[in-house]
Nanobody, 115 residues
Framework: QVQLVESGGGLVQAGGSLSLSCAAS????????MGWYRQAPGKQREFVAK???????TYADSVKGRFTISRDNAKNTVYLQMNSLKAEDTAVYYC?????????WGQGTQVTVSS
């Protein structure tokens, strides 16, 4: 069984920064991609960013140039540095880790950006 624990959410003013982290633990042999997704109230969960085990990154257009994803393979941890935050970035942010054919999810962490 795999557990993902996110941390680092909170309340920030527009234009500010927050950093999220997500640590995976449990029966893990190899994590393929790790990523961040978010879900705003009344909306579907959407992709934010992902990073492969080799370090290749992909971003949603809405966050390009503002968010940076990184990972520490030795610690099975993925990070998301969020700068120039906007009110529309407000959502619950979920960490996802692809292990084999299964995407494992964290419990989510709230990010609220006040305008």
């Amino acid at each position: 069984q795999v557990q993902l624990v996110e941390s680092g959410g909170g309340l920030v003013q527009a234009g500010g920064s927050l950093s999220l982290s997500c640590a995976a633990s449990g029966r893990i042999l190899f994590i393929n991609a790790m990523g961040w997704y978010r879900q705003a109230p009344g909306k579907q969960r959407e992709f934010v960013a992902k990073i492969t085990q080799a370090g290749t990154t992909t971003y949603a257009d809405s966050v390009k140039g503002r968010f940076t994803i990184s990972r520490d393979n030795a610690k099975n941890t993925v990070y998301l540095q969020m700068n120039s935050l906007k009110a529309e970035d407000t959502a619950v942010y979920y960490c996802g880790a692809d292990i084999g054919s299964i995407r494992n999810w964290g419990q989510g962490t709230q990010v609220t950006v006040s305008s």
